[in-house]
């Protein structure tokens, strides 16, 4: 086996530990396995890999697709991230709420967000790497962004004033993005 779950939050988030195969060489490990996550009912095909590179500092987030709605698969293979999901599926009994994870390149976690949540990290070493399967393509026309700073959410970031890109420096309140017809697309279910 590849992946061992560590722990589920937040109805649908799974925190998954690597095994590590250590040697004089180095290492090796089984970042996803079709057998183990469609045991767990996870999704087993994956249309799209993303790779980005973060300074420290760096605050991404909090992203979500609706159209067609987008889960990721999400590992650091250099550096040290903090993560924050929010749930924004209307009637979840988790809506709102926001569960937060260190991951790096030295733990080797790795983290289901399921669509529905919101995703954003921000880089806590010099550089961080992230690698995440999606579910779908992207769709630019069908993306948001919660304000990383929603006070209703409170995430508590381990940076007080991180780098943001424009587009998350313009988020908006779950609050608002409730009162949009797209949210309809994340229903509890």
């Given at each position: 086996?590849?992946?061992?779950?560590?722990?589920?939050?937040?109805?649908?988030?799974?925190?998954?530990?690597?095994?590590?195969?250590?040697?004089?060489?180095?290492?090796?490990?089984?970042?996803?396995?079709?057998?183990?996550?469609?045991?767990?009912?996870?999704?087993?095909?994956?249309?799209?890999?993303?790779?980005s590179r973060s300074s420290a500092g760096v605050l991404r987030g909090m992203h979500f697709q609706w159209e067609p709605p987008q889960g990721k698969l999400i590992r650091v293979i250099a550096g040290t991230a903090y993560f924050a999901e929010v749930d924004i599926r209307k009637n979840s009994p988790t809506f709102?709420?926001?569960?937060?994870?260190?991951?790096?390149?030295?733990?080797?976690?790795?983290?289901?967000?399921?669509?529905?949540?919101?995703?954003?990290?921000?880089?806590?070493?010099?550089?961080?790497?992230?690698?995440?399967?999606?579910?779908?393509?992207?769709?630019?026309?069908?993306?948001?962004?919660?304000?990383?700073?929603?006070?209703?959410?409170?995430?508590?970031?381990?940076?007080?004033?991180?780098?943001?890109?424009?587009?998350?420096?313009?988020?908006?309140?779950?609050?608002?993005?409730?009162?949009?017809?797209?949210?309809?697309?994340?229903?509890?279910?």
């Amino acid at each position: 086996m590849g992946l061992r779950l560590l722990a589920k939050e937040l109805n649908g988030l799974f925190i998954f530990e690597t095994e590590v195969h250590k040697d004089n060489r180095g290492f090796f490990i089984e970042a996803f396995r079709a057998d183990e996550f469609k045991t767990l009912g996870l999704p087993t095909v994956f249309e799209q890999d993303n790779y980005s590179r973060s300074s420290a500092g760096v605050l991404r987030g909090m992203h979500f697709q609706w159209e067609p709605p987008q889960g990721k698969l999400i590992r650091v293979i250099a550096g040290t991230a903090y993560f924050a999901e929010v749930d924004i599926r209307k009637n979840s009994p988790t809506f709102g709420k926001y569960f937060g994870i260190e991951i790096s390149d030295f733990n080797k976690k790795v983290l289901w967000v399921p669509h529905g949540f919101a995703n954003g990290f921000v880089a806590l070493s010099d550089t961080v790497d992230v690698q995440y399967k999606c579910t779908t393509q992207w769709n630019g026309k069908g993306e948001g962004c919660i304000l990383w700073k929603d006070p209703d959410i409170g995430i508590k970031w381990p940076l007080g004033n991180p780098i943001l890109s424009e587009k998350d420096k313009k988020g908006m309140t779950l609050a608002e993005w409730q009162k949009k017809k797209e949210s309809s697309a994340f229903e509890y279910k």
